[in-house]
């Protein structure tokens, strides 16, 4: 035991920060406080895959002034799908049943918020005949 060394120190060292403990906002304001340089940037589309720059289309919808949205079914259509349904005595989840809709989808039409769709509305003006808004006649050949 007369072999070892009292006088000797080793020094066991903290690891310093990984890579993205060294980038949270904990970190940078520890460093600041400290007086350390810190440089921060912003990477443009980081981690995504664009290589190219605005396109002809992008530059046309920046000019575009004009809100662009989907057209809604109106409250009349909703009113009529509506009565044509009551007079039926058929509930929302009823119809919904009959032509292979969900009951929201029903409730969509009737409150205007529905975006029109010829086969939806096929369905409940020819297929149960609510709203007798389409007779249905011999076919011509």
């Known amino acids: 035991m007369a072999e070892s060394d009292w006088d000797t120190v080793t020094v066991l060292r903290k690891k310093g920060p990984t890579a993205a403990q060294a980038k949270s906002k904990q970190a940078i304001l520890a460093a600041q406080r400290r007086g350390e340089d810190v440089e921060t940037s912003k990477k443009w589309a980081a981690g995504q895959n664009k290589q190219h720059s605005?396109?002809?289309?992008?530059?046309?919808?920046?000019?575009?002034?004009?809100?662009?949205?989907?057209?809604?079914?109106?409250?009349?259509?909703?009113?009529?799908?509506?009565?044509?349904?009551?007079?039926?005595?058929?509930?929302?989840?009823?119809?919904?049943?009959?032509?292979?809709e969900k009951p929201?989808?029903?409730?969509?039409?009737?409150?205007?918020?529905?975006?029109?769709?010829?086969?939806?509305?096929?369905?409940i003006f020819r297929g149960k005949d609510i709203g007798k808004a389409i007779e249905k006649g011999p076919r011509a050949k």
């Open 104 to 123: 929201q989808v029903i409730a969509d039409y009737e409150s205007g918020r529905a975006i029109p769709n010829n086969q939806v509305l096929g369905k």
């Open 54 to 100: 605005i396109t002809k289309n992008t530059a046309k919808l920046d000019r575009e002034t004009e809100e662009l949205h989907h057209d809604r079914v109106t409250l009349e259509v909703g009113k009529v799908i509506q009565q044509g349904r009551q007079s039926k005595g058929l509930t929302q989840k009823d119809l919904a049943t009959k032509i292979n």
